[in-house]
């Protein structure tokens, strides 16, 4: 295999490859590199931990084809040369990545050791790039990281009755995400499919101005953009019946200008640094607004005040302040309206004129 | 002590340590194959098996996780799971083969339980007494520092003592910051609380016949298990 690829298409290819490569203990060895496969005019970059997998074609002029495995420090490698033309040259067990007076070789691994991903065939749906990477960044923070519990580190994503468009949702049991796409179609009628979040992070990265190309198969969604193709695996569990948990009507709403609300709670939370107790508490009143505070023990309290509407009975409610600051992040609209029903019962964080997205919080019991 | 014995039957009461020279193929969401090679095979009395190489410290190059079905076969040891995932591993040589009973484990004492201890309960000084106010964690003193320096609703100066495991000489050190203490006008009188997620009953006798309060707390709910309430 030999190709000639200018380092900074090369660079960039290499690093959205790498950054599905393996990265976590206990993986294959060889996961942690890199399958690269040169075609006629064209180099294809494979990254993959069998959850993502990364793929990149980029122009470059092949004077052989093949294919090889090479560690990923080929990125780092590639990235320091000079501006310009950078040759990778295999030659036995041995790739040569070369530029001008530079050059380092690489030994190879194994081509047969690493797993065969499968390609997934179909046209698939296109979806709007711009509107499918915006509905992520509002979701998938709120799905679980704990591989212990398999149904809460992915996302749902399920078509809504008549065929309306779909709809995305996670939940970490402390927090729910819920973001309504119209008009949007992938899914058959009355389908849902369980994606991985952690991939869908990587969608959201690569997702440009134009359309996504989504094909679902039996055991994974590929997102095709136009920079790479992200394959995701889909997670066979059942997510929990999040419907109930959304409660029929809130008794108090309070209405605040997004922005400041974010700034207030930064504010508040510094004190708090670091400490997983530190929570903020928020106490609501008919013509008294908001009031946020935080206490640390021996280090100290912040408190704060807010200008904001407020229709309902009075009430102290406290939250995680990182959860809270994620689903203020999540909502798209100058003003927010948190809902609640009591201290200990979900509120909601939503636009404060309606809209498609919802993320409930749970509040955490205060002394 | 080893007990040398034929590969015949899977061992799976005891730990059981193979070196062969083996080749290993996964199949389920993959499939994956490891080149014929000389290594480490760990068969452990919780149903799982992990195969090492000389390198990666304590990372196998492929395993199998509870609950799976280990058959042994003459060259070859196969564990399945419930899903269809096999790992099949091919004995070309087997150089040693060993199990051994190492026993109950006592498990891992880790360091800094005692200081998560004493924050969590710093953050809730109510988890030891309704009428408690911290006045301050670490509060030093010229034999050292007491874990939380607190106050009752009567204006007494509680010393509290934060163990993971309390035994008597952990008693005895906090009846020397009590005594220290008291002779400060700004902190007499003084009370002894002794707090651990275990305490011993010598210990626990030994503090009360001084007046020593004593507390077992649950690092679990203090951690949050009660604040932090859930969706589902």
Redesign the interface.
Known sequence: MKFRCERDTLAEALATAQRAVASRNGALPVLFDLRITAIADAIELVGSDLEITNRVTVPAAVEQTGVAVLPKILGDVVRKLEAGPVTVEVEGDEAKVSSGVFATTLRLKAVEEYPRILATDGAGAKVDAHLLAGALRQVVKAASKDEMRPPLTGVLVAARPGGTGIRLVATDSYRLALRDLDGVSMLEDGQKVLVAAKGLNEVQRLAGDGEITVVLGEREAVFRTDKAEVTVRLIEADFPNYEQLIPQGYPNRLVVPKEAFREAVERVTVVGQGRDNANVRLQMSTGGGLELSVSAADVGTSTGHLDAKYEGADLTIAFNPQFLLDGIDAVDASEIALETVDHLKPATLRPADGGDFLYLLMPVRTA | MPNGRSGDACETVRVRLIVARCSVEYKG???????PAVRLLVLKRDGSIAVHSDT?AY?????MSPPCVIEHRERQITATTAKGESLVIELDEVLSDQTFDLGDDPGLDKDGVEAELQ??L?????ALGDDLE?I???YPTDIGPVDLLCRDSSGRTIVVEVKRVGEIAGVEQLLRYCERLERDSRFAPTAGMFVAERIKPQARVFAESRGVRCIEVDIAEL??D???????
């Not at chain 2, 710093?122 to 109510?126: K, S």
């Open positions: 969401r993959l499939a994956a194959r490891l080149a990666k990372k196998p190059l492929n395993w924050e969590l710093a953050a809730r000084v109510a911290l301050r964690r670490e951690r949050g009660i604040d932090h309430l859930t969706l589902f």
